[in-house]
Nanobody, 129 residues
């Protein structure tokens, strides 16, 4: 399984960006998909996720109301629509996939990096003030 992110770039505060993550293979619809971000010197942090359980979505408090995660199972792609961007959103953004099938495990760990077993190389997002 390979994941490839795209759509990053340099924008100004208040602008929008949409990140995309293309996933190889035929099992995409059964994956939990997540977005994480990381700045140098800090741990990779959870941003958003969407599960295969009724396409339930989850967000970190810092992006709730501004970011939207969605998936297109026909295109094997997950998206992260980022609106009202702030300089604090500057980071490398990583797409991740999990083939975890237990609903209880998914719900409990969906915000944890340990749930995800496939990762993309990352894409840079820079928000200037």
């Amino acid at each position: 399984v390979t994941l490839v992110e795209s759509g990053g770039g340099l924008v100004q505060a208040g602008d929008s960006l949409r990140l995309s993550c293309a996933v190889s293979g035929s099992a995409f619809s059964s994956y939990v998909m997540g977005w994480f971000r990381q700045v140098p010197g800090k741990e990779r942090e959870f941003v958003a996720a969407i599960s295969w359980i009724a396409d339930s979505t989850y967000y970190s408090d810092s992006v709730k109301g501004r970011f939207t995660i969605s998936r297109d199972n026909n295109e094997n792609t997950v998206y992260l629509q980022m609106n009202s961007l702030k300089p604090d959103d500057t980071a490398d953004y990583y797409c991740a996939a999990s083939d975890q099938k237990s609903p209880g495990v998914v719900v409990h760990y969906i915000r944890q990096r340990e749930l995800y077993n496939y990762w993309g190389p990352g894409v840079q997002v820079t928000v200037s003030s």
